[in-house]
């Protein structure tokens, strides 16, 4: 909310999920209060999850300065089974990126999407996911990873399925407008010092942004994240690489990469989930089967345990390079 605030020129997001409840509504509030600033908005969501809101974004979509597309969008309304099950191979390449860039100079990556929950106010089930703020160069280098989304032919503006007005927009923002102050108290000023916090807590190091290209869709060969990373690690030197991945499936190239720091005298630690707090049996079997030669090689590892229901991905100290969507080394020039 506070870098949404902050906005002057532009605001460029990216998300796999955004849900209809009380923390996106009061983000779209804040979205739309930027853009009736005149700050430029652009907002690519994975369609898939977004099947039965269409309406929501259609109004949005319909103030003169934001334009939502969807990303790998399933044409027609509502979700055909038979259509799914033709089109499965294709339709199952989703977006998974998450990124908040301001005025194409700081952003917020990581894991969180916006919903309830992945902010932790949840009644039932809340997921204990990262992100990272940075600035400098490093927001550049994410700019340039949204603007291949935002210009690939796989994104389409909702426009093409949907209409709304600009009184439908305005309409939207007085209902938003009506519904956030009545619930919540005036927050400018908390989040202005929660913004300056952060900034204060920056640090400058070297940052690499690795991404899945949007082509993947396509069908179109590429990287797996392991292999960009393990051809990243082998452009530096290190005493120590601490991961932390709320589903660590390395593959053969990072399997390897790793297993060779590790003999060269590098500490590399691993944290990563248990079966019970994720329940994904499919990402589980994948890790289980590298984790016996990285456990040979001497890496070691910390698996999140849970009884309660909440995904733990968070942990100790564990936090430096995060394997995911998007994944940084470093802290980032100008992070937090």
Known sequence: MATARAARRSLDLQYCIWD????????????????????????????????????????????????????????GRGLNLLRWLYRAPKLNR??????????????????????????????????????IYADGPIAADTQDAFDRYWHSALSVNLRQFLRRSSDDAEALWTKLDKEQRSRHRDDTALSERALQAVWARRVRAPAALLFDSPEKAHGSSQRM?????????????????????????????????????????????????????TMSFAAHAAYQRYRPALVDAGLEFARTATQCPQHDASGPAVARAIQSQFAYQGHGAGSA
């Open 94 to 131: 989703r977006m998974h990126n998450k990124a908040w860039i301001v005025d194409g100079e700081a952003a917020i990556v990581g894991g969180r999407n916006i919903s309830e929950h992945y902010f932790g106010v949840n009644a039932v089930t809340n997921f204990r996911d990262l992100d």
């Open 20 to 75: 209809n409840d009380q923390v996106g509504r009061r983000l779209i509030w804040c979205v739309l209060e930027a853009a009736r600033r005149g700050v430029r908005v652009r907002l690519l969501l994975d369609h898939i999850n977004q099947l039965g809101r269409d309406r929501i974004w259609a109004t949005l979509n319909a103030h003169p300065n934001v334009e939502v597309r969807l990303f790998n969008p399933l044409r």
């Open 225 to 277: 994240m392991g292999t960009q990373l393990a051809r990243l690690l082998g452009r530096h030197s290190a005493r120590e690489i601490l991961i932390e991945a709320s589903y660590f499936i390395p593959g053969d190239d990072f399997t390897r990469a790793l297993s060779g720091w590790r003999k060269r005298g590098c500490r590399v630690a691993v944290l990563t989930n248990s079966l019970a707090p």
